[in-house]
Nanobody, 120 residues
Framework: VQLQASGGGTVQVGGSLRLSCAAS????????MAWYRQLPMRQRELVAS???????RYSNDVKGRFTVSRDIARDSIYLQMANLKPEDTGVYYC???????????????WGQGTQVTVSS
């Protein structure tokens, strides 16, 4: 099972970016998908999560600016980021709780990380 993230880049303050992440491999179910980020000199933190189409959660830092969505048919999660600030600069990771085929346990998987840089 792999998570492949894309969509990072450099944008000016107030700009927008859209991150995408797709799960691939052999698995029977995805319970939850999420975005985390690691800002400079800080620990990795949860940005947003989506359990199904409507059950979404956001950190207070991004609420009202970021929108998380999930395409169940494509095993994908997206993060639409608007009104970006310099303090949003960091590496963004997708995360998913997945049950591989022939496994009765949910496993935690991470994507490779994608850099987001907001320049002032």
């Amino acid at each position: 099972v792999q998570l492949q993230a894309s969509g990072g880049g450099t944008v000016q303050v107030g700009g927008s970016l859209r991150l995408s992440c797709a799960a691939s491999g052999t698995f029977s179910a995805i319970k939850l998908m999420a975005w985390y980020r690691q800002l400079p000199m800080r620990q990795r933190e949860l940005v947003a999560s989506v359990r199904n189409i409507s059950d979404t959660r956001y950190s207070n830092d991004v609420k009202g600016r970021f929108t998380v969505s999930r395409d169940i048919a494509r095993d994908s999660i997206y993060l639409q980021m608007a009104n970006l600030k310099p303090e949003d600069t960091g590496v963004y990771y997708c995360n998913a709780h997945i049950r591989p085929v022939d496994d009765h346990l949910w496993r935690n998987y991470w994507g490779q990380g994608t850099q987001v840089t907001v320049s002032s």
